[in-house]
């Protein structure tokens, strides 16, 4: 699942750190999620989508072709 984690975050000027701290996570889980390494669980999706004041599908691009 593609995100636009990192595009947001650079917009912003928030640091991995800042961001990571703000959603209860490690630095290592928010570069894991910028390089598509790792896929959020329902409640960080929604605590990053929330902290960037958006919804879940503006943040995560999900394409229902690619998960079959």
């Given at each position: 699942?593609?995100?636009?984690i990192q595009?947001?975050r650079?917009?912003?000027?928030?640091?991995?750190?800042?961001?990571?701290e703000?959603v209860g996570?490690t630095?290592?889980?928010?570069?894991?999620l910028e390089?598509?390494?790792y896929?959020?669980s329902?409640?960080?999706?929604?605590?990053?989508?929330?902290?960037?004041?958006?919804?879940?599908?503006e943040?995560f691009l999900f394409?229902?072709e690619?998960?079959r």
């Amino acid at each position: 699942m593609e995100n636009r984690i990192q595009e947001l975050r650079k917009e912003r000027r928030i640091r991995q750190e800042d961001l990571a701290e703000a959603v209860g996570v490690t630095r290592q889980t928010i570069i894991s999620l910028e390089n598509g390494r790792y896929n959020a669980s329902l409640l960080l999706a929604h605590r990053i989508a929330a902290y960037f004041g958006l919804t879940i599908e503006e943040v995560f691009l999900f394409d229902e072709e690619e998960q079959r």
